[in-house]
């Protein structure tokens, strides 16, 4: 019996999505995604498609956008309405449905009009098992998983990412700037572009994996532990950096960034976890 | 308050360690609780990843939902 590796198995998926619209927000897991699919089914087969508001970085969007045009990727941006939303806007617990409800009927509208047969999306093995209520939104959706079926972690993305010369092959993991906003606090684009000047102040000064947690006047910037001396070291500009961007007050958060901390604390009648939906 | 009583035992606790701690304040902000350690600036540049997670347990060990500490504090 031949045994099918966790490579063979995506190529096979993708073979059988035909043809794809991906969801590209500009992150390791959709870049390598859309840029495999073009590679096994052909540009145009394939169209990469990133949905912008507010609480996409501008970064991010640099990013698809880059990389869409260094690799060829045929590549679309959407304007998308999750902030029109009063639920979405009122940041309860599953937040994440609202919006990615407002991106896959859209994705699956520009599926259609373009005659194109699956949407997908770049969900990995290792998303399993997190609060993920968007993953939700994707099943009512009909959007399929090529990464997560197949089984590839992110350290098996990475590394195959590397390899096929993405550029975002050791970019941090970047969710939405909304996901800053404890759930319960309003979510609004004057408050996302005050994350998002923070942030990129911080950047500027090298930081690579943090992120700033906002609690109304007071930022809480969470670090990586291995970024925690650098920084302690650019204290003086970091507290500048992020006091321009409108807070009164910066703290450093003791544990640091580590995966899933919003939801911290949730009770489990409120997470919804993929294979659990 | 209940919570400022919270923040004086963290205080004293993270003394009782060791830990040259001025204050533990508490904040609310946002709808959420944090408990602000406030130690001399030298002490927090030599702290390493044990010190950081001992003191957030034990920060939030008195129900503070987050311990941080000030980066841009008077005192620190």
């Not at chain 1, 009122?90 to 994440?96: I, L, T």
């Not at chain 1, 350290?155 to 969710?175: C, M, V, Y």
């Not at chain 2, 347990?57 to 008077?74: M, Q, T, W």
Request: charged letters at 25%; hydrophobic letters at 45%; a neutral charge.
């Amino acid at each position: 019996m031949v045994v099918e590796s966790k490579r063979e198995r995506l190529i096979r998926i993708v073979r059988e999505c035909d043809s794809v619209v991906v969801g590209y927000s500009g992150g390791v897991d959709s870049v390598f995604l859309a840029a495999l699919c073009v590679e096994v089914l052909g540009r145009d087969r394939v169209l990469a498609v990133t949905g912008t508001s507010a609480s996409l970085a501008s970064w991010m969007a640099e990013t698809a956008r880059d990389v869409a045009a260094t690799f060829s990727l045929p590549w679309l941006e959407i304007e998308t309405a999750e902030m029109l939303d009063p639920r979405y806007a009122a940041n309860p617990s599953n937040r994440c449905y609202f919006c990615k409800n407002e991106l896959w009927s859209v994705l699956q509208r520009v599926a259609r009009e373009r005659g194109f047969r699956t949407v997908a999306d770049g969900a990995n093995a290792d998303d399993a098992g997190d609060h993920r209520p968007g993953a939700l939104a994707a099943a009512e959706h009909a959007v399929r998983s090529p990464l997560l079926e197949a089984g590839l972690t992110k350290a098996e993305i990475r590394e195959w990412s590397r390899e096929i010369g993405l550029p975002t092959w050791d970019q941090p993991a970047a969710p939405c700037l909304a996901s800053r906003i404890p759930y319960g606090t309003a979510v609004t684009p004057a408050r996302l572009r005050q994350i998002e000047a923070a942030e990129a102040a911080l950047r500027r000064l090298g930081l690579r994996d943090f992120r700033v947690r906002h609690h109304d006047d007071v930022a809480r910037i969470e670090v990586h532990p291995d970024e925690w001396f650098a920084a302690l070291a650019a204290r003086d500009a970091a507290v500048r950096g992020v006091r321009d961007a409108g807070y009164a007050r910066v703290l450093i958060d003791a544990l640091g960034y580590r995966r899933g901390a919003l939801n911290e604390g949730l009770p489990a009648s409120q997470l919804v976890q993929i294979g659990r939906a | 308050m209940a919570i400022e009583f919270d923040a004086r035992l963290a205080a004293e606790r993270l003394r009782a360690l060791g830990y040259p701690v001025v204050a533990v304040e508490a904040l609310g902000a946002g709808g959420e609780t944090i408990g602000v350690v406030r130690l001399p600036l030298d002490r927090l540049g030599r702290m390493d990843a044990g010190d950081r997670e001992t003191i957030a347990r034990v920060v939030r060990a008195f129900g503070f939902r987050h311990a941080a500490f000030d980066l841009d504090g008077p005192a620190v």
